[in-house]
Each structure stands twice: as structure tokens, then as C-alpha cells.
């Protein structure tokens, strides 16, 4: 089952939308010779040259460790299931997830960027500040993990003004980036940078270079960029993909990280690292929480949330120790000086 989910995954963020036959009769066969694939073109612990030689990840730089911070039950799958309106009522299991990452992070040496959802935030301020005490750097989530597709310019704005607002208070430090819930900034609401711009951001990590249902900026740059908008400039940092038998498959973190074989994350870090640009790399507090409770959700959303939770906290300890991570503000900011340097 967990097979032809990834293959699922992998082809609809590629572009590829499986027709009724083949969802019904392919995946598992998919997904068989994706595995195979990419077995041969991965191989194993290293990545196969042209000469077919094994070539071992060389840390010619450091890439970005993300972490989205939210609530088990706020992810954009159990929407249909969890209200809102009753968000207040549930166990809050944010706050351990989170000392189970930072100490991850510690043990490692590893810094990151952690995006906090402003509800979060209000409710727990001293997470908040022990979070920033560790030496990672807070940015936004927003405040309530609406999707910008299914939010007015106005509400958007709030969202984004009062989030940042909050977290500066509970710091005492400016607040530059920020990541859309679901990666939801998407091709005909690039207005939501352009409010960015205007609330004060330096730079943004929504728009995922793949073609997938409900998220995803198909034509988007891989690289950290500048985009430039009416209002001014911003940096762009998406998440990393990979590039596979002519399909951009994601390889940023998330729920590809703990269904795709960790051999494709670790491919796709170790080419960016090759050719000197920082990878992105995200994951949610809930996905090292295989105990939270469970939601009665449609078996899509079922497996793609809760699948594979037993494995995160492997399979990230392997990651921290073959990869050294940094916070996105860093290379924003050095954009952001060398923009601004004399020519």
C-alpha cells in the first residue's frame, strides 16, 4: 500500500495524473520500477557518474534545515475532518515533538529555520523563545494554516502582519521569511508576495518547482532567486527537488521523506551540494510523533499522513549526520548584501 502511494506522489508532483486504470491496476507495478530505477541510478549509498562510478556526498556546502511548525491536527489532510472551530479542545502535542527536533538539532550541530504558526505561537510563547535560545531562527507559517489559496488579499495580509507581529514580540528579533501553508502560493496569487513585500518580508519558501494537485509552481526556478514584483524584490527559497528520468520529483522533506526510499532525499541534497547551492529541507513537528491520535479521514489522506511516522526520527539522524544544515536566513541575507553591495 505505502508502494503505489509514493508512486502516486511522485507522478502527480511530476506532472503525470494517473487515469482510473491506472490507479486501480499500475500503482504497485509503478512504483516496482521506480524503486528498481532508482536503485540503479542512486546506487545504494552513493550516486552513479556518467562513468559509472560510484561517487560518495562531499560537503561542499551547507544546505537548509526547515521546520514547519504546527499542531498534528492542523495539517491541510485532516481539513475535512478536524474543524477549527474545535482546534482549541484537542491534546496540544506540538511542544514535545518540538524538544525531540531540537535535541536532534543540537546533537548535530545543526541549525535551521523554523516557520511557527502564529496560533502556535500564542498559545505557546515559551516554546517560541526556546527555539530562538537554541539558535535557530523563527519565521512565519502564517497564523492559521489557511491555505492562500483560500484566502482573500485582506485576509492574507492579516494573517501574515499579525503572525510576524507575535513572533517578534515573543523574540525580541525581526521576523524576514515566510512559507505558505501547503505551499499554496501557486501560479494566479502571486499576489501573496507582493503583500509579502509590502508587511516587510525578505524572503519567501513557497513555491515548489512541482506539478502536484492542490499545490505546487510547475515553472518555478529549483535554486534560491530574486523575484521580481511590482512592490520591489523578494528571495525565492523552495523546497529541494530531484530530477529522475525527466521528472522533477519532490525531495524536500515532508511526507516524500518518509514514503520515497531515503536514498532520493540524499541524492538530491548531494547534488545541490556538488554544484555549491544550498538545498531546503523541511519537516513537521507531527511526523516524529508515530503516538499522536488518529483522525477518521479518507484512506488517501489516512496513508499520506500517517505513513511512515515510525521512520522519521531514523531516517532524519541519518540525514543530520551526513548533511550540515543552516538556517534560510543566511543565504537570504547574503542575497540580500550582495544586492545591495557597490558595484
Not at 499545490?215 to 514584483?229: C, E, S
Not at 527559497?237 to 528520468?245: D, K, N
Not at 488518529?294 to 539522524?317: D, N, Q
Amino acid at each position: 500500500m505505502h508502494a503505489w502511494l509514493a508512486a502516486y506522489l511522485v507522478l502527480g508532483a511530476s506532472g503525470v495524473v494517473p487515469g482510473p486504470r491506472l490507479q486501480e491496476n499500475g500503482r504497485k507495478l509503478v512504483c516496482v520500477l521506480f524503486e528498481a530505477v532508482a536503485a540503479w541510478r542512486l546506487g545504494g549509498r552513493g550516486i552513479l557518474n556518467r562513468g559509472n562510478h560510484y561517487e560518495r556526498p562531499e560537503p561542499v556546502t551547507t544546505h537548509h534545515f526547515s521546520v514547519d511548525v504546527e499542531e498534528y491536527f492542523q495539517v491541510s489532510a485532516l481539513e475535512g475532518s478536524v474543524r477549527r472551530s474545535g482546534w482549541a479542545d484537542l491534546e496540544s502535542r506540538v511542544a514535545s515533538s518540538v524538544a525531540r527536533l531540537l535535541s536532534l538539532l543540537e546533537r548535530s550541530g545543526a541549525r535551521g529555520t523554523f516557520f511557527v504558526l502564529g496560533w502556535v505561537a500564542d498559545r505557546h510563547p515559551g516554546l517560541v523563545r526556546e527555539i530562538a535560545a537554541a539558535g535557530h531562527e523563527i519565521a512565519s507559517h502564517g497564523w492559521d494554516h489557511q491555505r492562500v489559496t483560500a484566502a482573500t488579499r485582506e485576509e492574507f495580509r492579516v494573517s501574515v502582519r499579525r503572525s510576524k507581529e507575535v513572533l517578534e514580540e515573543i523574540t525580541g528579533r525581526s521576523v524576514i521569511g515566510y512559507r505558505a501553508p501547503n505551499f499554496s502560493i501557486v501560479p494566479g496569487h502571486e499576489w501573496a508576495l507582493d503583500v509579502l513585500i509590502e508587511e516587510g518580508y525578505r524572503y519567501d519558501s513557497s513555491l515548489f518547482p512541482v506539478r502536484r494537485p492542490g499545490y505546487g509552481y510547475p515553472n518555478g526556478l529549483r535554486d534560491p532567486h530574486w523575484l521580481a514584483r511590482p512592490g520591489g524584490r523578494l528571495v525565492e527559497v523552495p523546497p529541494a527537488t530531484l530530477r529522475l528520468l525527466g521528472l522533477s520529483v519532490p525531495a524536500g522533506g515532508g511526507a516524500y521523506f518518509r514514503l520515497l526510499p531515503y536514498r532520493v532525499v540524499r541524492a538530491a541534497l548531494s547534488t545541490y551540494g556538488r554544484r555549491g547551492v544550498p538545498a531546503t529541507f523541511y519537516i513537521h513537528p507531527w511526523e516524529l510523533d508515530p503516538e499522536q491520535p488518529r483522525f477518521a479521514v479518507p484512506l488517501f489522506a489516512r496513508l499520506r499522513h500517517y505513513s511512515g511516522l515510525t521512520r522519521t526520527a531514523a531516517r532524519l539522524e541519518r540525514l543530520l549526520d551526513e548533511f550540515s544544515f543552516k538556517p534560510i536566513a543566511e543565504t537570504a541575507m547574503t542575497m540580500v548584501e550582495l544586492e545591495a553591495a557597490p558595484q
